[in-house]
């Protein structure tokens, strides 16, 4: 286990952690923002040398979080998952210290009561499973898996109708949890607690939601894939190659940035590399990520 897999934040009596699968990602920005360049990049100098390298290139990573609340323990995501094949090679095969890791930062598997999905791409969906003697078995079977309603029919329709890209997760991923009976389907207002509950914030997939824990007066919340990299609080209008509807994503950012900037709310970003999170706060006439 590499300790710098984990960190942890306490926000009134909630405490979250998050874990590491792959961990400061360099791409070229026009990944994530089509006419984009590194020169771009370098004019929002906070950025480095944690979210961009200094030639500006974007670092992302891919992790998920787990937090404890009210007596519920829930995984926010799960990840990419050992042993699978994707449709890119980084992140095939992996072999990764995920459970350990768990238990390390104080969040046994066998502890977790949820697993809340924030939206049904691989990368947030892999350990919701995983592969015991050739056979794809529930990670967490003693936990309810919580789908969003919406989310769930916009990918069953994909599957009936063809997808947009790889679509193998939901057979290794989302279906054994299915065949188990383990699933809920929720929607965007519900609550997992009194102290963490969910925005809807759609775009990125049309069920995508992120999630927001009150406690004691303090405030955080876990982005999902509103946005990939801090870049884009700095520019939440332009749109991102990601986003399955690009300019609803760009208005559910532009919202989320006014919501919680000068907040002291801790915006936890689940694609943010390490130090992961921050508070929003003005930069002239846009916003960043003051750490």
Known sequence: MAAEHIR????????????????GFEDDISMLLPDAT??????????????????????????CFVLRSKGR????????????KREFDVFCNLQSTFLEDLR????????????????????HVGWNTRLVDGKWVPTFPQARYLFGRREWQHWT??????????????QDS?????????????????????????????????????VLIESRGEQAVITGDLMHNPIQI???????????????????RCDFVQR??????????????????????PDGQAWRLEI
């Open 8 to 23: 942890q934040w306490r926000v009134g009596d909630v405490d979250i952690a998050r874990i590491v699968e792959v961990s």
């Open 38 to 63: 590194p020169q771009y990049v370098q004019q929002f100098g906070w950025l480095a040398p944690h979210f961009a390298t200094p030639d500006g290139r974007m670092i992302i990573s891919f992790q």
């Open 73 to 84: 323990t829930a995984m926010i995501d799960t990840c990419i998952g050992n042993d699978r």
């Open 104 to 123: 390390s930062a104080g969040f046994p598997a066998e502890q977790v009561t949820d697993v809340l999905c924030t939206h049904l791409h691989f990368d």
């Open 157 to 170: 329709h994909l599957r009936d109708t063809g997808g947009y890209h790889h679509m193998d997760h939901l």
């Open 174 to 210: 989302i279906d054994p949890i299915l065949a188990a009976g383990l699933e809920e389907f929720i929607d965007a207002d519900f609550r997992l607690t009194d102290e963490v509950s969910l925005i809807a914030t759609p775009g990125h997939t049309p069920g995508h939601v992120s």
């Open 234 to 252: 700095a520019v939440p209008a332009t749109e991102a190659r990601f986003d399955m509807d690009k300019s609803q994503a760009a208005r559910t």
């Open 260 to 281: 919680f900037c000068n907040t002291g709310t801790l915006v936890i970003g689940s694609h943010f590399p390490e130090p992961t999170a921050g508070v929003i706060v």
